[in-house]
């Protein structure tokens, strides 16, 4: 596959040509933040977004999906969507977190739903321009994505305001195709690429984790019966918003609505949470984490050993949303694993 | 089969959720397809005996209007409460942060001893009779009385969120009223509204009420840390948390 060094004024152009081709889902202005959105004219579109409020992962799993049409005779159909579309913009956390709920959709129970769209999406990963506050994936190796495959393009923006666009699949090559007169990048502009990674890494570490990653999970072993869980509960609304926020979790539940001639309607999924007082809630009222501590608690372990347990990686990218989104301050996971870890001394 | 009849009640409110109803247009049709309004003062004039569902909106304010309640319960098979006013006492509760009296005194002036005038502190329906369901806000969103009705009449049992309003927040993808240096009520306040407020650039001011475990003390506790203080936090929480069973 190709590597390009674009102008600024090229990748404008080869935006504004993409537009009306493509169904382009990308970041934009939401008043003083930035969230994915329908990108119908190339000037809206903000790669210098410093995070979205959403992770993109709402296009493979929406916040609420019909998933069949019913009737009371028992007859039903699914309901799958499969329009092709390019994610376009993604930073590189994200699309590590979108990966992760590739395999994780995939394997067992295939979700017919999500994989249909996951197959549909053309995914265009940026590179971080400007650090959001609270963002830590310069710690959990997730600040750059060279050397991962299942993505289409690659995006790195250059001091000079010129882009390298790296095509790495067949599917990428559909849209880059357009790019035929940018001239192939050098070495310089190679290295140029390396250097700006290397800073990426540095820079999206607003917090720092004082441990590798692939060391949490043991240190969750030891750490169930900690004083933190109920001491950092103590402050929680049981909101969901660190949940909600985040890129790997994935958690739905699934309701039934009738249609006002009382005998046709819809099953469908609508995101869920752990942190939810009602999340563990099963038939006969039982809730077996009625406790917030427990709720609490469950999140990191499912963030830090659960997944790691399952398929081996960490369901933490170190996007910082739960950071930021948390009103009282208490969802930042390096502040609990650093904590965990020097209580363990 | 004859359609099961339907009775709406009001007592101390506005009236304002009533209205969402005759406001619903072609949905408006469609509830009436399914039902029969036999008593419905803002619509029409006809009574019953038995209602198979009564809609009651409003607060209960005087003995008697209670009495009136004790009746509609009496006559209905289920009681659905509709409207902020009737599911958690409202607005009509900020009376019960003085005494009686006073209010009256404020409110008719001379005229408050006048026997018709008396008034007892607000209470919401279930504090008086049994309710089956709950459709909350000030004013109520009329799709989600229809929902209700709907799952009523299927044998189904409606589901209420428990969780708050942060959660439909996020779903939209709207900026944090916190991040805008804002007292916002929606992490301790019941969803179902999708955010209305939130969504709209204003903060939530917790119209649905409290979810059934509302931590105030952690929303108390980060005041300071928001620059804000624990007075700009109650008296956000006055209009639709007086009185209410959880307080600060
Ligand atoms: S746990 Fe927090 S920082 Fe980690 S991926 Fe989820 S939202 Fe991002
Ligand atoms: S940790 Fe924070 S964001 Fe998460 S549920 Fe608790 S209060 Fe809400
Ligand atoms: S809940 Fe609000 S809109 Fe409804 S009747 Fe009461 S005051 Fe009026
Ligand atoms: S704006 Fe209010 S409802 Fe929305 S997330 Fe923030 S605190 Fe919750
Ligand atoms: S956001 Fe809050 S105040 Fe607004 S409608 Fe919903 S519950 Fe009521």
Redesign the pocket.
């Given at each position: 596959m190709n590597i390009k060094r674009v102008t600024e004024k090229e990748f404008a152009a080869w935006v504004d040509a993409l537009t009306p081709k493509h169904t382009l889902y990308a970041p934009q202005a939401k008043e003083d933040r930035f969230a994915f959105d329908r990108l119908t004219a190339g000037e809206d579109l903000r790669l210098d977004y410093d995070v979205s409020i959403l992770p993109p992962k709402k296009y493979f799993l929406p916040q609420k999906e019909v998933l069949i049409k019913f009737d009371r005779k028992g007859n039903f159909e699914s309901v799958i969507a499969h329009e092709p579309f390019v994610l376009f913009g993604v930073h590189p956390y994200d699309f590590v977190a979108m990966d992760q709920l590739n395999t994780i959709f995939e394997q067992d129970n295939y979700d017919v739903h999500y994989m249909a769209r996951k197959e549909a999406a053309t995914v265009v990963v940026s590179d971080v321009q400007v650090a959001s506050a609270d963002v830590f994936a310069g710690c959990m190796g997730n600040a750059t994505v060279e050397d991962r495959d299942g993505y289409d393009v690659l995006l790195t923006r250059l001091d000079d305001g010129s882009y390298v666009v790296e095509t790495r699949s067949e599917k990428g090559e559909v849209l880059t195709g357009l790019l035929s007169s940018a001239v192939d990048a050098d070495e310089v502009t190679l290295q140029q690429r390396e250097q700006v990674w290397n800073r990426t890494r540095e820079q999206l570490q607003k917090h720092k984790l004082e441990m590798t990653p692939e060391q949490i999970p043991a240190l969750l072993d030891k750490s169930y019966d900690h004083p933190l869980w109920a001491e950092k509960a103590e402050l929680c609304h049981s909101c969901g918003s660190c949940n909600l926020v985040c890129p790997t979790c994935y958690c739905f539940t699934v309701e039934d609505e009738l249609n006002w001639d009382m005998e046709t309607g819809q099953r469908y999924r609508q995101w869920d949470g752990c942190m939810l007082t009602g999340f563990a809630t099963v038939t006969g009222n039982h809730n077996f984490r009625d406790k917030k501590e427990a709720r609490y608690r469950h999140r990191y372990y499912r963030k830090g050993k659960y997944v790691w347990d399952m398929i081996g990686e960490i369901a933490c990218v170190g996007c910082g949303r739960c950071i930021s989104a948390c009103t009282t301050n208490i969802a930042n996971p390096v502040e609990v694993f650093n904590q965990l870890s020097e209580e363990q001394q | 089969m004859a359609k099961p009849k339907i009775g709406i009640f009001d007592f101390a409110?506005?009236?304002?959720?009533?209205l969402?109803i005759v406001n619903m247009e072609e949905d408006l049709l469609n509830l009436l397809a399914l039902v029969d309004p036999v008593e419905w003062r803002e619509a029409m004039s006809d009574q019953s005996d038995h209602y198979d569902i009564a809609i009651v909106?409003?607060s209960i304010t005087r003995d008697e209007d209670a009495e009136r309640l004790r009746k509609v319960r009496e006559s209905a098979d289920y009681v659905i409460a509709?409207?902020?006013?009737?599911t958690i006492g409202?607005?009509?509760k900020l009376q019960n942060n003085f005494a009686i009296e006073d209010v009256q005194v404020m409110v008719y002036g001379d005229a408050a001893n006048m026997p018709h005038l008396a008034s007892t502190p607000a209470q919401a329906i279930h504090e008086v009779v049994k309710v089956d369901y709950m459709v909350h806000?000030?004013?109520?969103d009329a799709h989600e009385l229809t929902h209700v009705v709907r799952c009523l009449l299927a044998g189904k049992q409606p589901v209420m969120p428990d969780y708050p309003v942060c959660v439909e927040c996020k779903m939209k993808e709207n900026g944090c009223r916190y991040e805008y240096g804002e007292v916002c009520l929606g992490p301790v306040t019941r969803a179902g509204c999708d955010a209305r407020c939130p969504s709209n650039g204003f903060w939530c001011f917790g119209?649905r009420g409290y979810v059934d475990d509302p931590n105030l003390e952690a929303a108390a506790s980060v005041m300071e840390q928001y620059g804000k203080t624990l007075d700009d936090l109650k008296s956000k929480m006055a209009l639709f948390g007086s009185a209410q069973e959880h307080k600060l």
């Open positions: - | 409110c506005c009236e304002g959720c009533q969402q909106e409003g509709l409207g902020a006013c009737a409202g607005v009509n806000g000030c004013p109520i119209c």
